[in-house]
């Protein structure tokens, strides 16, 4: 999107602290915090995703040896049940996390 147009705005120095600090714990600049807020967008922040970053992490390794079997010809066919399974206990994670914000 083009921002080409600019507007000024004061602030007391508590609130423009309180802004930025806000902004900064939603990974985000002053501009995009305050323009996500005046147009009532939802400002998700989501933590603690370390578990569910190995368990992916460990997923697409085993995928990746899989398909480096099936490329070699050591296997011929895969059954993806248990890899399926991983991705489902990985979306129900994110799902929980979700709905607890």
């Known amino acids: 999107?083009?921002?080409s147009r600019m507007l000024s705005m004061r602030f007391s120095e508590a609130d423009l602290a309180r802004i930025r600090r806000k902004a900064e714990e939603s990974r985000m600049n002053v501009?995009?915090?305050i323009t996500?807020?005046?147009l009532d967008k939802?400002?998700?922040?989501v933590d603690d995703l370390g578990a569910v970053t190995a368990e992916?992490?460990?997923i697409g390794r085993n995928l990746n040896q899989l398909t480096v079997l099936c490329h070699i010809g050591k296997i011929q066919s895969l059954?993806?049940?248990d890899t399926k399974d991983?991705?489902?206990?990985?979306?129900?994670?994110l799902l929980k996390i979700s709905e607890s914000r």
């Open 79 to 81: 059954g993806l049940g």
């Open 56 to 58: 992916l992490k460990g």
């Open 1 to 3: 999107m083009n921002k």
């Open 42 to 45: 939802q400002i998700v922040i």
């Open 86 to 93: 991983q991705l489902r206990r990985v979306y129900d994670a």
């Open 36 to 38: 996500a807020a005046a």
């Open 31 to 33: 501009t995009a915090y």
